[in-house]
């Protein structure tokens, strides 16, 4: 679920000509099921839950939805305190905010 997740909203805003072509090949870009995909994974995942978690923040943040970006990154900082990058985030998004 979390590589045909990423590879859907990826494809999906990737420009016309590549959509085509990859379209032709077999990849539907779909951003909507591309999420849901890593929502699926988000939650019930185990190991490759805190990725899906993160490619959620990166999807909302190009989405525009600062809040749902917030909060998964909040949680992300909370079940990895030694990882720096979660709050320079957030503090990034804030301030933005």
Not at 6 to 14: G, L, M, Q, W
Not at 26 to 43: H, N, R, V
């Amino acid at each position: 679920m979390l590589a045909t997740g990423f590879a859907k909203y990826v494809i999906e805003s990737t420009s016309p000509p590549v959509r085509w072509l990859l379209r032709m090949g077999g990849l539907p870009p779909d951003k909507q099921s591309g999420i849901a995909d890593l929502l699926t994974t988000a939650e019930r995942g185990y190991y490759l839950a805190p990725f899906a978690r993160i490619l959620l923040a990166i999807a909302y943040v190009r989405e525009k939805d600062t809040g749902c970006a917030l909060e998964l990154l909040s949680g992300l900082r909370a079940e990895f305190p030694a990882n720096p990058l979660f709050s320079k985030e957030i503090g990034r998004l804030e301030e933005a905010h």
